[in-house]
T-cell receptor, first 116, second 110 residues
């Protein structure tokens, strides 16, 4: 089946720095990708929808200036956490619909961000 | 998309069938039932989905009631590696995001 990768798988950064997380669709093209965040013992929460060639759509309560999303190609979306704070520590997961019609979605393995 | 209700946790003995229920009483005619699971610290993994008919694949079976207000995911021979959180999601079948509830934490016991 289709594969979605994320890089890095984990990252530790200091407060105030920025961190970039990449999401790639390895064997298919994705005009749309989704970014989720998952805090410990909680479910996945959608943060934003990444659209190739246009601006991302953010969910209510997610700061677009803090979580910068770029979807510059049909196989790559990036999420940059700017001026990271300890409360941004979380598990970030991306996903992409598969074939046209979006019957299934393929999720990346996730990126564990720890801000110290 | 319709809301789903699942038990927060279940146990199952290794080698036995695991039957995970899901209620989706407000499901509409064009909404599919999807099941995903998430093993600790990994991304969600697709299991199966269906509209009306029962479905089976190499991982599991999905039984949907005739009125479509509930469904059951069946893992026929649970193994320790099936320990995970299982999410039942109802969604129309096009490329939109999934809305995850709390899911069912299945513990397969030796």
């Amino acid at each position: 089946g289709a594969v979605v990768s994320q890089h890095p798988s984990w990252v530790i950064c200091k407060s105030g720095t920025s961190v970039k997380i990449e999401c790639r669709s390895l064997d298919f093209q994705a005009t749309t990708m989704f970014w989720y965040r998952q805090f410990p013992k909680q479910s996945l929460m959608l943060m934003a929808t990444s659209n190739e060639g246009s601006k991302a759509t953010y969910e209510q309560g997610v700061e677009k200036d803090k979580f910068l999303i770029n979807h510059a190609s049909l196989t790559l979306s990036t999420l940059t956490v700017t001026s990271a704070h300890p409360e941004d520590s979380s598990f970030y997961i991306c996903s992409a619909p598969g074939l046209a019609g979006g019957s299934e979605q393929y999720f990346g393995p996730g990126t564990r961000l720890t801000v110290t | 998309d319709a809301k789903t209700t699942q038990p927060p946790s279940m146990d199952c003995a290794e080698g036995r069938a695991a039957n995970l229920p899901c209620n989706h009483s407000t499901i509409s005619g064009n909404e599919y039932v999807y099941w995903y699971r998430q093993i600790h610290s990994q991304g969600p993994q697709y299991i199966i989905h269906g509209l009306k008919n029962n479905e089976t694949n190499e991982m599991a079976s999905l039984i949907i009631t005739e009125d479509r207000k509930s469904s059951t995911l069946i893992l026929p021979h649970a193994t320790l590696r099936d320990t995970a959180v299982y999410y039942c999601i109802v969604r129309r079948n096009y490329g939109q995001n999934f809305v995850f509830g709390p899911g069912t934490r299945l513990s397969v016991l030796p």
